[in-house]
Every structure is written in structure tokens, then in C-alpha cells.
């Protein structure tokens, strides 16, 4: 099955630190990616739409300087949380869709990354 | 009113119960549908999607689509104690990217 592989896993930092969190389909080719972010006892929330080879597309009320995706190739696209403060603490999740095959094919999600700012 | 919306629940059934999960969305173009099931500290991982009305059946789980209700509901059959999770609801928008939109999700608890 779709394997998407998300890391760092869990990451505790100050601040005002920059943070970056990688997300890779590791048997599929994705030209689309998405970011999530999800607080405790809440919904998924799509935060941006990440194209290969073109910018994101941010959902109302995401900050595209705050958040920097880049998405270099059909399997890697990263997120970056610069500046992070407390607020910003959070469980990001990205996903993938296979672009192979027939019809429609449905969203894969990484396993998460647990942010945490002191 | 929300796009997808959810009972939050929590559901609780006795173990080898039916579990009943239901969900209703607001754009009536909508297409496609999807369960997923995550549980705490976890990403969502996917357990069925539908697009045809009426039902689809896979396992112990059968997605249920009524497009004039505007309802799509998930039943689990045999609930086992390791079903014990929240089941999120997504819905495909009709946007050029596919995007999904969620509910809230459902906390289900199936006892021993």
C-alpha cells in the first residue's frame, strides 16, 4: 500500500525557532501534498495544498510567511514553521495522493509531527 | 452550519455490538466520501471511501451513501475493543486540488 513517511516525528524547541518537518511518499509518485494541522480534541485542518514544482496554495487565515512549503520533487515536500511560538504548538500532518492508476485515489497521511514550543 | 458535521460522541457499544457512525455534509455537489479511523497521539489512516449511492461493504465495515439526504454514515459489525478510536468523516470538495474537508470525528468506545 501508499506509504507516506513523515519526520521529525516529535520536536521540542524555544521559541523563536525555525522549524522544518519533511514529508515523503516513499512508493508513489505525489504531485499534490497537503498539511494539516490538528489541536487537542479538534478536526484535521487543511492548511495548504502543496504543488510540485509550483507554490502552495494556502487556506484563509494561513500565514504563507509563517508557514514555507517547498515542494521540490514528486515524492518530498517540506513545511516550515519559522519563528515558532508557543500558539504555533500543534500536530502537523501531511498526506499524499498517488498519481498512478485509474480513477480516484484517495489520501494517504504520514504519521504526524508532534510540535511542541516552549 | 458546518460543511461536515459529526456527533462527537463518545459512542460507547459492548464488544460484538454493531457501531452506527453517522455524518452529514452541506455541499450537495460533493462526490466522494471517506471514513477515517485515527486513534490518539495517531495520523488518520483511511478504512473505506464511497461515491455511488447505497452501500459498500468491506470486512466488518460498510460505508452507507444517501445523496439526497446528504448523509453518509459507517457501520462496524463485530465491534472489537481495538476499534476503540475517533472516525473522521472527509469530504472530497469539487476543487481543481481535491481537497478534503473533515468533521470533527466521532469517539467511539466498544467495552469489553
Known amino acids: 500500500g501508499a506509504v507516506v513517511s513523515q519526520h521529525p516525528s516529535w520536536v521540542i524547541c524555544k521559541s523563536g525557532t525555525s522549524v522544518k518537518i519533511e514529508c515523503r511518499s516513499l512508493d508513489f509518485q505525489a504531485t499534490t501534498m497537503f498539511w494539516y494541522r490538528q489541536f487537542p480534541k479538534q478536526s484535521l485542518m487543511l492548511m495548504a495544498t502543496s504543488n510540485e514544482g509550483s507554490k502552495a496554495t494556502y487556506e484563509q487565515g494561513v500565514e504563507k510567511d509563517k508557514f514555507l512549503i517547498n515542494h521540490a520533487s514528486l515524492t518530498l515536500s517540506t513545511l516550515t514553521v519559522t519563528s515558532a511560538h508557543p500558539e504555533d504548538s500543534s500536530f502537523y500532518i501531511c498526506?499524499?495522493?498517488?498519481?498512478?492508476?485509474?480513477?480516484?485515489?484517495?489520501?494517504?497521511f504520514g504519521d504526524g509531527t508532534r510540535l511542541s514550543i516552549l | 452550519q458546518k460543511e461536515v458535521e459529526q456527533n462527537s460522541g463518545p459512542l460507547s457499544v459492548p464488544e460484538g455490538a454493531i457501531a452506527s457512525l453517522n455524518c452529514t455534509y452541506s455541499?450537495?455537489?460533493?462526490?466522494?466520501f471517506f471514513w477515517y479511523r485515527q486513534y490518539s497521539g495517531k495520523s488518520p489512516e483511511l478504512i473505506m471511501f464511497i461515491y455511488s449511492n447505497g452501500d459498500k461493504e468491506d470486512g466488518r465495515f460498510t460505508a452507507q451513501l444517501n445523496k439526497a439526504s446528504q448523509y453518509v454514515s459507517l457501520l462496524i459489525r463485530d465491534s472489537q475493543p481495538s476499534d476503540s478510536a475517533t472516525y473522521l468523516c472527509?469530504?472530497?470538495?469539487?476543487?481543481?486540488?481535491?481537497?478534503?474537508?473533515f468533521g470533527t470525528g466521532t469517539r467511539l468506545l466498544v467495552s469489553p
Open positions: 472527509a469530504v472530497k470538495t469539487n476543487t481543481g486540488f481535491q481537497k478534503l474537508v
Open positions: 455541499d450537495r455537489g460533493s462526490q466522494s
Open positions: 498526506s499524499a495522493r498517488d498519481i498512478s492508476g485509474q480513477g480516484f485515489q484517495p489520501q494517504h
